[in-house]
């Protein structure tokens, strides 16, 4: 697989979110969720590459960009994944689990883990659950088409 996390810069904006709209183009036209990352504008991806208590990354497989992922620090040592994706055409070969482990390595002093997910997505909820997140109980009620889940998991300095 040769995956690697390469941070993200402001050159990469306008591919990253490129990516983005192609991974949540699906999940859009299902839940018709305004706030989904398929709306975001260049302005928003650019300010999150730029947040200082976060990082997004690029996943590259064999040189090839294939997904991304934000973290960030939401308060003292509680990291959350913001947003994951891995291009369709690479998905279900373990890329995601691989970069949740990436990213968790790279960010050691984090206390807890944290990211949602909607909850009929039984594909990424088992991906979630194998890298070892746990539901924590808590919904939320976006549209009648959308409910999240959410998902915490302890980290190496939580442990």
């Not at 699906?26 to 706030?35: A, M, N, Q, S, V």
């Not at 949602?116 to 976006?142: Q, V, W």
Request: glycine share 6%; charged share 25%.
């Amino acid at each position: 697989m040769g995956l690697q996390l390469i941070l993200a810069t402001v050159v990469d904006a306008q591919n990253m979110l490129t990516m983005q709209r192609t991974c949540f183009q699906k999940h859009f036209e299902r839940y018709h969720d305004l706030d989904s990352p398929y709306n975001e504008t260049l302005e928003k991806m650019l300010a999150r590459i730029n947040f200082e208590k976060g990082c997004y990354y690029k996943i590259v497989s064999m040189n090839k960009l294939v997904g991304g992922v934000w973290v960030f620090e939401k308060e003292w040592k509680v990291f959350h994944i913001g947003i994951i994706y891995i291009l369709p055409e690479y998905q279900s070969k373990g890329m995601g689990q691989k970069a949740l482990e990436m990213v968790e390595n790279y960010h050691t002093d984090a206390k807890f883990w944290e990211l949602d997910c909607p909850e009929d997505l039984s594909m990424n909820r088992r991906c979630y659950e194998k890298a070892g997140y746990k539901l924590t109980g808590e919904n939320r009620f976006i549209n009648e088409n959308l409910s999240l889940v959410y998902y915490r998991k302890e980290g190496r300095v939580g442990l």
